[in-house]
């Protein structure tokens, strides 16, 4: 008998329950990846992301060959697709990975009745995209937990379930029709300084990281310069990496800075139980606020200042342009690019979310939306009305400027914190090619705080 695996945000050999399922169940296995027509009618296959993709799916494809198999990889509409490689193999079974998004809640629900009519059966496995499950810690009362601290409590003492092996051999059925893996160089508009995608790559990335700078990770998180955290964002999303496994592996390393990544790991799976239990909160605000925020047009001269980096603050600037270059961005210039455009301009999280998901390889639907919220204020924060300061978080974050001299070059001669308010450099400010600030921080957290009152 033969069993298809669906491949979707989980492309990997290592720590794969589909896989193994089909493996042990079956004598022969059709690995399947679907260019899914649905996505990239979303608009989410922005080239970032294509690119990353293609490096991944070519090395699939390379583990599966080295061990007697391929990858099968097609185009169109999912539910179709799977339908037709099921038929042409007379699989029995299909297993994928479960997924939190109304979209694949929606494909789940699709691919179920369509393979049951014909008498296929559809698997779902849990804990392949995340490390516990969303739903399987829940608060007395509630479907989901709001509040990270008791999440993470509860999610700390779940009992991981252990990572498996790569498969040693893959029998493919012969004959079945698959479309050559992508590749990166076919992908065009790409950021320059973007990262390699690729389970090959993920896995030496992330024995590194646990060998060596994880020991410093409590400390130098934040230090934007340092550029001190694990860059493991893309391989999460596209799942070239197991959470399970990464978990596990960050508690046999042991220490401080491992425990603190570990924790952070517990955001991306706390953020995937909100948006299991609340689909809408892709698009909607998470508490109901009404806020009456700026958009397009009113506000396009400063949107776009902020699009491509010329706000005039150079941490903003700083960070916007580093998104752009490489296609990723640090989580302190994360936050503090978005509680400025929407708590300092006062423009609607949604503009700044959109944006980062047009170039962020890591992009991602519960962590990009739902971090988004909570800076503005509309999603599971504590304290909505919190506004980051840039030149504050500025001087303590980049203390002696070094990352905004990296990423504007026009400020590049600035030395030391000076950097952090070219306004206040004497006559040299004149010869800069850089913007006075777009507005002023007293006046934007004035907009802010009356706009809140009257919602
Ligand atoms: P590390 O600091 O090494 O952390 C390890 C892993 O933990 C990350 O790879 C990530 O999977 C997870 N993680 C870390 N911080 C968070 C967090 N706040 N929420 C959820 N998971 C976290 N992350 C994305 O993966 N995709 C996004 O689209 C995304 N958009 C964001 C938008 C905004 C406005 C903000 C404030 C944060 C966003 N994040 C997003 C979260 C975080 O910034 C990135 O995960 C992190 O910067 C990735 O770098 P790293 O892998 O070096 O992280």
Not at 25 to 36: E, N
Not at 160 to 184: I, N, T, W, Y
Request: net charge neutral; charged share 25%; hydrophobic share 40%.
């Amino acid at each position: 008998n033969v069993s298809v695996v669906l491949f979707t945000a989980d492309l990997r050999l290592h720590d794969h329950p589909p896989l193994r399922a089909a493996l042990d169940g079956s004598r022969q296995v059709v690995p399947l990846f679907v260019h899914d027509s649905g996505v990239a009618d979303a608009g989410f296959a922005v080239p970032n992301r294509a690119a990353f993709l293609a490096d991944c799916l070519g090395d699939l494809d390379a583990g599966l060959r080295a061990r007697g198999g391929r990858l099968v990889v097609r185009s169109g509409d999912v539910v179709r697709e799977v339908r037709a490689v099921a038929a042409e193999t007379d699989a029995d079974e299909v297993h994928m990975a479960s997924d939190v998004s109304a979209y694949a809640h929606r494909r789940e629900e699709r691919l179920r009745a369509a393979l049951e009519a014909e008498g296929r059966r559809l698997h779902v496995h849990d804990t392949v995209t995340t490390a516990v499950a969303p739903g399987a810690v829940t608060p007395a009362g509630s479907g989901h937990f709001a509040v990270f601290t008791p999440y993470f409590r509860r999610w700390s003492q779940q009992r991981l379930r252990p990572p498996l092996d790569a498969p040693r051999s893959v029998d493919v059925p012969g004959g079945v029709g698959s479309e050559p893996p992508p590749a990166r160089r076919a992908v065009t508009g790409i950021s320059p300084g973007l990262a390699r995608g690729g389970e090959t790559d993920g896995r030496k990335r992330l024995t590194a990281w646990l060998d060596g700078a994880v020991g410093d990770y409590a400390d130098r998180h934040d230090d934007l310069a340092g550029d001190a955290t694990s860059r493991l964002s893309p391989h999460l999303h596209f799942g070239t990496l197991s959470p399970v496994e990464i978990v596990h592996r960050a508690r046999r390393a042991g220490g401080a800075g491992a425990d603190a990544f570990v924790r952070q790991l517990a955001w991306r799976d706390f953020h995937r139980q909100v948006l299991a239990a609340r689909p809408d909160a892709a698009g909607a605000d998470y508490r109901g606020h009404d806020d009456r925020w700026r958009r397009e047009p009113e506000a396009h001269d400063e949107i776009e200042a902020w699009r491509e980096g010329r706000t005039g603050y150079p941490v903003v600037d700083a960070a916007m342009r580093q998104l752009r270059h490489e296609g990723w961005m640090h989580n302190r210039g994360r936050l503090l690019t978005a509680s400025f455009l929407a708590k300092t301009l006062y423009v609607d999280w949604r503009v700044g979310a959109a944006h980062f998901l047009s170039l962020l390889v890591d992009g991602d639907l519960a962590n990009n939306q739902l971090n988004w919220q909570w800076v503005a204020g509309t999603g599971t924060d504590s304290r909505p009305n919190r506004v980051l300061n840039p030149v504050l978080q500025g001087r303590r974050y980049d203390p002696d400027g070094a990352y905004v001299r990296r990423w504007v070059p026009e400020l590049a001669e600035v030395p030391g914190p000076a950097v952090h308010e070219p306004w206040k450099l004497g006559p040299e400010r004149a010869a800069l090619d850089y913007p006075e600030p777009l507005v002023d921080l007293a006046e934007g957290l004035a907009r802010f705080r009356r706009a809140r009152e009257r919602g």
